[in-house]
């Protein structure tokens, strides 16, 4: 399927091409456009559109569009979860200390935009970074107790 977002990524729309990719669609293929053009794709192309402003899969009731993701596909693993947390206090500014890792992944999303401006390329690189980060998420939920 096709995939439409806000071109420019950062944090949001690099954890959520992520999550698509590794838990909902292996072969989604990703279009980025500005913001007044992703609804206009969308309709054209029939790509799903995500982290856009009024899309079903977008910031709603102070989640993210990571967390809208999770939520609509009825996706429960607990690294998974966990990550979510993290993605959503690098991604909302508001809570951005909820999480004492959100700053170093925001930190990481501002580094590779400035070295990768183009965004695919920056989703082929970011990509490893949250393969880690879920596995260090998977070992850590495994660690507690229910």
């Known amino acids: 399927m096709k995939w439409v977002t806000r071109s420019h990524v950062h944090v949001d729309r690099v ?24 609804n206009r794709v969308a309709e054209e192309t029939g790509a799903i559109p995500f982290d856009a402003p009024g ?10 569009s990571f967390e809208a993701i999770i939520e609509h596909y009825g996706l429960t693993d607990k690294g998974l979860l966990r990550l979510a947390q993290i993605v959503h206090s690098a991604d909302v500014r ?19 935009s400035l070295r990768f ?23 850590q939920m495994a660690g507690q107790k229910s």
Do not use: M, T
Request: glycine share 6%.
């Open 94 to 112: 508001a809570d951005r200390d909820a999480d004492p890792i959100a700053s170093g992944l925001e930190a990481i999303a501002v580094g590779y």
């Open 15 to 38: 954890a959520c091409p992520w999550l698509i990719s590794r838990f909902i669609d292996s072969e989604a293929e990703f279009i980025f456009v500005p913001k007044s053009q992703v």
């Open 117 to 139: 401006p183009d965004d695919l390329e920056n989703l082929e690189r970011q990509f490893d970074v949250y393969d880690a980060l879920y596995a260090w998420c998977r070992l």
């Open 55 to 64: 899309v079903e899969l977008g910031h709603h009731d102070g989640k993210c």
